[in-house]
């Protein structure tokens, strides 16, 4: 399989205090397939994916190669990386909330980023809008169109986000702990959307998350992180099966003592 | 021993005037028995939280009330070293220009000790929650998610209440960390012989430490269930909660 | 002392404090401080210019200029931090009353907040002085009057935010007194947004009292007063316009120094800025972070 994206020597430091925060990090992203970051807080996912889309606050430097199909986006122009963004890069967010403008309607919002990327007429960006809302499960688009995202659950914006990566056919998405926030039912769903998202267009993703349970449904390979740097890297299932590194060991010990708890009560496993 | 008779709350939906009402919690009854942990399951908006609330007195109930071995929680000298609460975002558990070994000392201050005893008394909270007795001079902003978390369960413990409302207390911390926090609970419970009100929405959690759970949906009592009975609910939104948990 | 400390980090705000305190020391003191005496009419100095026995010259009646500005601080300058000062207590108390117990009280005292906020304040001022007559006592008596709701308001909103945190949370539901709870946990967080406003409202108070006093609604002739010291230059305005310098720049100082102390102020008394104070005190974070991960790592 082809790397739709490399990175090389990731270094992201802080300028006032000179703190490395991610430490000389390399990874591919192969095509079609789903990349999972897991780490505890503090651990640098968050920075490392806001890096690959150059998001990170000015007061953080970085250096290294970022290989976006043979072109390096850290030495893109700010002008010519916009264009990228949401086009090619797309970014789902934690909290729902505070990534729709709550000033405006919804489709307000969706329909400037539709009007962004694309030169389709008003109905078009519409119709095509609709049919992807429909798709993950949101009945009756138009009025949710037409509600301010307070008035919409955190697991519905989150449908939103995804049904407008389906309309912008992203390379790559990049969704930053997209379920965490949510209901145990809202986040089964959410869950549900983004495999069939994949399956829909094809695209990669990198998939944060410090769910274990969530990650192994939904991820191909993992990557675990630890204070900015990689520990351990490989296929979804040799990871939590068969951990090498003491710290991945630990982390996937703690997740199964709460989960094997709840499956001796429900009586399933053993 | 913590009793929550037909309890209702509603909220004013706009303004002074209007005459509108949302009504949170409907008729809610429910026991948190002594030494028991009592989990309270729901989702978002369901009006768990709200219902913490009134069980700690900080809010009045429209009817019904709550009573701690017999007596009305509102009263805040009924409270008083009975009742105590860890609460979700450890960002702002703690006063920050409060130091642990102050933060800790407030509830233990009312009780009229001397303070020789209370020093002592946060040197043994400490090293029951797994602290070193060094940290008591720092501040909130220099611990971990967890180690505040920890602060904020010795403060709890300090009066040795009789019962202690947990709400969504480790829903923010890293899934490691949350074993740990849970474990410690364990352990002081055997310790204090304590109930817990346990208020979450991540089912295993709850599983995990609770000996009975309640479904709470919409205000209301979806279904009570004892932990082991957890396969066996009835309800329709009590199989659905299940079926859609991800587990490892 | 800590908010001393971070100001004294600050040059613009070292010096703007040091000008307030030059201020209110020489108006208390003015006829310590004052060369001449401010009413004693001299008539051949009529417009003297700058000399070294008068260093601002003489006005229209021979006065002291210098002599009339340090005895102006005690209307202009004083006065007004007494009035401030009781505004900020009256709105402060009813802040914290509304802000904290929400509900009735609430609703009660913002009500009345709006009342006197819907009135333009020198509209408010103007009818004060309509009922009491002229003179200082009276505007300071309006001021108070309009003043306290607006500080009622900000601090409400400031009290509101800290009310709902969950360590004001658990102290209520361990049971403390609430007279408590607001003295440790909230007036300690409020008192840099109090200090805040406070300071950034004495500007304006300032130039509203000069400004009655230019109308003569304010403290009478001979009395000093800047604004009224304006209002007399005003008449020379043409032929001798240096006499509006030295009343108008004092006022523009000490205006200038209260806006710049309450900028700093503001970054002086963030609890966020004091408290990555303490840990460079403590200089020891990293050892800290060390003994985090191996709590983690076990």
């Known amino acids: ?133 429909e798709s993950v499960m949101l009945i009756n688009p138009t009025e949710i169109m037409n509600k301010y995202p307070h ?93 090498k590194h003491e710290y991945t060991k630990y982390l996937v010990s703690t997740r199964m003592a709460l989960s094997n708890n709840f499956k001796r009560i429900m009586g399933e496993g053993q | 021993m913590l009793k929550v008779d037909k309890v209702q709350k509603s909220y004013k939906k706009n303004g002074l005037f209007s005459s509108e009402r949302q009504i949170i919690l409907k008729n809610v009854s429910l026991e948190c028995r002594s030494r028991e942990c009592l989990g309270i399951i729901g989702e978002s908006g369901s009006g768990k939280s709200t219902l913490g609330r009134l069980m700690l007195g900080i809010e009045k109930p429209d009817c019904g009330t709550v009573l701690i071995d017999g007596m009305n929680v509102e009263d805040r000298r009924v409270r008083l070293g009975n009742i105590s609460a860890v609460f979700q975002d450890y960002k702002s558990s703690i006063n920050p220009f409060f130091t642990v070994e102050e933060a800790i000392l407030e509830p233990l201050k009312i009780q009229n000790k001397s303070k020789k005893e209370n020093i002592d008394k946060i040197t043994t909270l400490l090293n029951q929650v797994g602290l070193p007795s060094s940290y008591r001079n720092k501040y909130s902003h220099e611990l971990s998610g967890g180690e505040i978390q920890r602060v904020c369960i010795a403060r709890a413990i300090s009066t040795e209440p009789k019962c202690i409302l947990l709400d969504e207390a480790i829903s923010s911390l890293d899934v ?44 209301q009592i979806e279904e009570i269930v004892e932990i082991e009975h957890l396969k066996d609910v009835k309800s329709v939104y009590a199989r659905k909660l299940l079926k859609s948990l991800i587990t490892f | 002392m800590r ?113 006197m906020l819907s009135f333009p304040g020198y509209v408010m001022a103007l009818a004060v002085i309509g009922i009491l007559g002229v003179g200082l006592e009276n505007i300071l008596i309006a001021f108070a009057l309009i003043k306290w709701a607006w500080f009622a308001r900000v601090i409400r909103t400031s009290v509101m935010q800290y009310a709902e945190l969950d360590y004001v949370k658990f102290s209520k539901a361990t049971g403390i007194s609430d007279f408590k709870i607001i003295f440790k946990h909230i007036v300690p967080v409020t008192f840099s947004d109090i200090a805040v406003i406070s300071s950034g409202s004495i500007g304006s108070m300032i130039l509203q009292i000069s400004g009655f006093s230019f109308l003569g ?37 000490v205006v200038s120094a209260f806006n710049f102390l309450s900028d700093s102020l503001q970054v002086a008394l963030d609890p966020k800025l004091v408290i990555s104070k303490n840990k460079y005190k403590e200089n020891s974070p990293y050892s800290a972070v060390k003994v985090r991960e191996k709590e983690v790592a076990n």
């Open chain 3, 3 to 115: 908010i001393l400390r971070n100001l004294s980090r600050d040059r613009l705000a070292t010096i703007s404090l040091l000008i307030i305190a030059v201020t209110i020391i020489a108006g208390i003191f003015a006829p310590l401080f004052a060369p001449f005496d401010p009413n004693e009419i001299n008539m051949s100095l009529r417009y003297a210019s700058p000399s070294w026995e008068h260093l601002l010259g003489n006005d229209h009646l021979g006065r002291c200029i210098l002599s009339r500005i340090i005895y102006g601080i005690r209307p202009s300058v004083l006065w007004v931090l007494v009035v401030l000062f009781i505004s900020v207590l009256a709105g402060a108390i009813l802040g914290f009353l509304a802000g904290y117990f929400r509900g009735k009280i609430d609703a009660i005292i913002m009500r009345i907040c709006d009342t």
């Open chain 1, 151 to 243: 008035q919409l659950s955190g697991g519905m914006l989150q449908r939103i986000m995804i049904a407008l990566a389906i309309v912008l056919e992203p390379d790559i998405i990049i969704a930053d702990e997209p379920t965490t926030a949510l209901d145990t039912i809202s986040q089964f769903e959410v869950v549900d959307q983004f495999i069939n998202l994949r399956e829909r267009i094809g695209c990669s993703m990198i998939f944060i998350s410090h769910d274990l349970g969530v990650v192994r449904k939904i991820a191909d390979e993992v990557l675990v992180m630890k204070d900015g740097k990689i520990i351990e890297s490989g296929n979804t299932e040799k990871i939590f099966s068969g951990a």
């Open chain 2, 176 to 219: 490691s960390v949350q074993i740990q926090v849970l474990e410690l609970l364990k352990d002081l419970k055997r310790i204090y012989n304590m109930s817990y009100v346990f208020i979450t929405h991540d089912i295993q959690a709850a599983a995990y430490i609770c000996d009975r759970v309640i479904i709470f949906k919409d205000g």
């Open chain 1, 1 to 133: 399989m082809k790397n739709i994206l490399e990175v090389k020597n990731l270094m992201v430091w802080d300028i006032v205090s000179g703190k490395k925060i991610i430490q000389n990090s390399s990874f591919d992203l192969k095509a079609g397939s789903c990349l999972a970051i897991v780490g505890e807080s503090g651990s640098g996912k968050s920075v490392t994916c806001r890096a690959i889309m150059r998001l990170n606050s000015t007061s953080l430097q970085q250096s290294g190669d970022i290989i976006f199909k043979g072109e390096n986006i850290n030495q893109l122009s700010t002008k010519e990386l916009r264009k990228k963004r949401g086009k090619n890069l797309c970014m789902i967010l934690q909290n729902g909330m505070t990534a729709f403008d709550p000033s405006c309607v919804v489709g307000v919002h969706l329909r400037e980023t539709l009007a962004e990327h694309f030169d389709w007429s008003k109905n078009e960006a519409e119709v095509r809008m609709k049919s992807a809302m």
């Open chain 3, 217 to 253: 609604l304010g403290i009478q002739a001979p009395n000093p007063e800047w604004g009224m010291m304006l209002n007399e230059a005003r008449e020379v305005m043409f032929t001798r316009p240096e006499l509006m310098l030295a009343p108008g720049l004092a006022i523009v100082i």
